[in-house]
């Protein structure tokens, strides 16, 4: 079945510098990969998607690449903020639009002052 | 919009004892999605609606485990009897066919305890 692989499972960065976060999907069918971010004890909240027809997308200090070819797609973070700390998940949709998610496992940012 | 509304925030339980989870969607959102999240595992998807309809339950850990969806505003996940490995965040999620294509909408959580 579909699949979403997600690493580094955790990440530690200086503040300033940047961060980057790699998955990989196994459906080549899947065409939208959303970026969710989940601090301490909250919900995950959308930050940033992609879909199929776009290789890249930014949004201020984050940017989304897709590589369709490849079946991957990355995170990046720039001048990383304390408030960036948390765990952060991929995910690729399967079975069209109204389908569902599948997430990766999430990686644990930490960004040290 | 309130968004995604799930009830009870925190529950502690027992043993044996049946637990009910319950979520109100987005107004006007037509797909709902339970969610569980531990630790370990993550976090998987245990089932979903589209138009009160669920379309796919393969990640319902077994019979225990039950879930309705008996109008558009509301939907409930049951577990009976509880057991302590049940103990995990249970998340619901909404999406709206006029939502930016896929994404979904998560709640506050249900942070559960099984003793």
């Known amino acids: 079945g579909e699949n979403v692989e997600q690493h580094p499972s955790t990440l530690s960065v200086q503040e300033g510098d940047s961060a980057v976060i790699k998955c990989t999907y196994s459906?080549?069918?899947?065409?939208?990969f959303p970026w969710y971010k989940q601090e301490l004890g909250k919900r995950p909240q959308l930050i940033i998607d992609?879909?199929?027809?776009?290789g890249e997308k930014k949004d201020q200090r984050i940017a989304v690449t897709l590589n369709k070819t490849a079946k991957h797609f990355s995170l990046h973070i720039t001048e990383t903020q304390p408030e960036d700390s948390a765990v952060y998940f991929c995910?690729?949709?399967?079975?069209?639009?109204?389908?569902?998610?599948?997430f990766g496992k999430g990686t644990k940012l930490s960004v040290k002052p | 919009d309130a968004g995604v509304i799930q009830s009870p925030r925190h529950e502690v339980t027992e043993m044996g004892q049946e637990v009910t989870l319950r979520c109100k969607p987005i107004?006007?959102?037509?797909?709902l999605f339970w969610y569980r999240q531990t630790m370990m595992r993550g976090l998987e998807l245990l089932i979903y609606?589209?138009?009160?309809?669920?379309?796919?339950d393969s990640g319902m850990p077994e019979d225990r485990f039950s879930a309705k969806m008996p109008n558009a505003s509301f939907s409930t996940l049951k577990i009976q009897p509880s057991e302590p490995r049940d103990s995990a965040v249970y998340f619901c999620?909404?999406?709206?066919?006029?939502?930016?294509?896929?994404?979904?909408?998560f709640g506050p959580g249900t942070r559960l305890t099984v003793l």
């Open positions: 999620a909404s999406r709206g066919q006029t939502s930016s294509y896929n994404e979904q909408f």
């Open positions: 459906d080549s069918a899947s065409n939208y």
């Open positions: 992609i879909r199929s027809n776009v």
């Open positions: 995910a690729a949709n399967y079975g069209g639009s109204q389908g569902n998610l599948i």
């Open positions: 107004s006007g959102h037509n797909s």
């Open positions: 609606f589209n138009n009160n309809v669920p379309i796919d």
